[in-house]
C-alpha cells in the first residue's frame, strides 16, 4: 500500500501517510534504519530508493510545510510549462519545520481556496496566483514572457489574476504585474487568444473600426463582426482551425453566412499586418452604407 501511495507521489510519502497504512512510530523507525524509508525532511521520506526527479524533490518540500502549503513561484511556473528550464524549489506556506534545507518558502496566511491547484499530484498555486507571486520575483520582461506563454496555452484568465491582486493588494510586484497586464485589460475576457488582440492592434494602428468580438451571427459565432458592413473576420491561427474537418466546416459556414449576405474575411497569423489592413479597409469602403 505504501509503495502504490508512493508510486502516485514521485516516490516520497508523509509519515502520517505510513502511519494511516499501519506502520507504528516503531515500525518506521526500523525501515528508516533499513534504508526503506530514506528521511528527507522532518516526517518527510523517500519510499525505497534516492533515485530522486526534481518533482519528487520538489512534492517532498511541499509536505514538509505542512498540510496546506503548495509548490509556488518558479517551482509553480514550470509545473504550468509557462517557465522553462532550471527552476529553484520554492513553496508557499504558513510554516516549515526545516527552513532552508533545499528549498526557498515564503510563508503566507492567506491562501484562498481559489489559489489551490493539483498538477502530477503535487499541491500547487494555481495560475492566476502563481502569476501574481511570479511578479514579486521575476524581471518584468520575463514576467511578461510567462504571461505570453500562459495565453499561448490557452489557461491565461484575467479575471482571476484580479481577483487574486484584490486579495492581496500589499505585492511588491503589483504594479509590475499591473503594466505586463494592462496590454490584456482593453480585450479581456472576450479576447481568447493572442491572434484575436493581433487583429484589434491591426485596426488601432491602421484607422479602422474595432468590430465586435466573438459574437454571433446569424446563429453562427465568429471571431470579428462588423454589423455596419455585414463583413466578418475569422482569425485562424490556432490548431484547431488546422485541421481536414476544421477546413470543411468553416468552408461550410461560410456558404451559410454569405446566403444571408454576411461577408465572409479569413486570415491566418502567417498574413501580412499590413496588408490585411488594406483589404479590410477596402471591403468596409465598399459594404459600409454612406
Same mark, same amino acid.
Given at each position: 500500500?505504501?509503495?502504490? #501511495?508512493? !508510486?502516485?507521489? $514521485?516516490?516520497?510519502?508523509?509519515? /502520517? ?25 522532518? !516526517?518527510? &521520506? =523517500?519510499?525505497?530508493?534516492?533515485? *530522486? ?9 511541499? &509536505? =514538509? ?7 509556488? $513561484? ?27 534545507? !533545499?528549498?526557498?518558502?515564503? @510563508? ?7 489559489? +489551490? =491547484? ?8 494555481? *495560475? =492566476?496566483?502563481?502569476?501574481?507571486? #511570479? ?18 496555452? +490557452? ?15 500589499? +505585492? /511588491? ?10 496590454? &490584456? ?6 479576447? @481568447?487568444?493572442? !491572434?484575436? @488582440?493581433?487583429? *484589434? ?43 481536414? +474537418?476544421?477546413? &470543411? ?26 496588408? *490585411?489592413?488594406?483589404?479590410? /479597409?477596402?471591403? #468596409? ?6
Amino acid at each position: 500500500m505504501v509503495q502504490a #501511495l508512493a !508510486g502516485r507521489q $514521485h516516490g516520497i510519502v508523509k509519515s /502520517k501517510q505510513v502511519r494511516e497504512a499501519g506502520l507504528s512510530r516503531q515500525g518506521v523507525r526500523r525501515r528508516v534504519e533499513a534504508g526503506w524509508l530514506v528521511r528527507l525532511h522532518e !516526517g518527510v &521520506y =523517500a519510499v525505497g530508493h534516492t533515485a *530522486l526527479t526534481d518533482r519528487s524533490h520538489l512534492i517532498a518540500a511541499v &509536505y =514538509a510545510c505542512g498540510e496546506n502549503a503548495l509548490a509556488s $513561484h518558479r517551482a509553480a511556473g514550470k509545473l504550468w510549462g509557462i517557465l522553462r528550464g532550471d527552476q529553484p524549489i520554492e513553496v508557499t506556506g504558513p510554516r516549515s519545520r526545516e527552513v532552508g534545507k !533545499g528549498f526557498i518558502l515564503h @510563508r503566507s496566511r492567506l491562501i484562498h481556496e481559489e489559489d +489551490r =491547484a493539483l498538477i502530477a499530484n503535487i499541491p500547487v498555486t494555481s *495560475l =492566476a496566483r502563481t502569476l501574481v507571486d #511570479l511578479s514579486d520575483v521575476l524581471p518584468e520582461k520575463q514576467l511578461a514572457n510567462a504571461v505570453n506563454e500562459a495565453e499561448i496555452k +490557452r489557461l491565461f484568465d484575467l479575471r482571476p489574476v484580479q481577483r487574486v491582486l484584490d486579495r492581496l493588494p500589499g +505585492r /511588491k510586484g503589483r504594479h509590475k504585474l499591473n503594466r505586463v497586464l494592462s496590454a &490584456y485589460r482593453d480585450v479581456q475576457p472576450f479576447i @481568447r487568444s493572442r !491572434g484575436e @488582440r493581433l487583429v *484589434l492592434e491591426i485596426c488601432d494602428q491602421h484607422g479602422l473600426p474595432r468590430p465586435r468580438v466573438n459574437t454571433w451571427v446569424e446563429s453562427q459565432e465568429v471571431d470579428f463582426y462588423w454589423p455596419e458592413a455585414n463583413l466578418v473576420l475569422e482569425f485562424d491561427g490556432g490548431d484547431v482551425h488546422r485541421t481536414t +474537418r476544421a477546413f &470543411y466546416e468553416d468552408r461550410k459556414r461560410d456558404r451559410a453566412l454569405a446566403a444571408k449576405g454576411i461577408h465572409v474575411v479569413r486570415a491566418t497569423d502567417r498574413d501580412d499586418p499590413s496588408a *490585411l489592413a488594406r483589404e479590410l /479597409k477596402a471591403i #468596409l469602403s465598399v459594404r459600409t452604407p454612406r
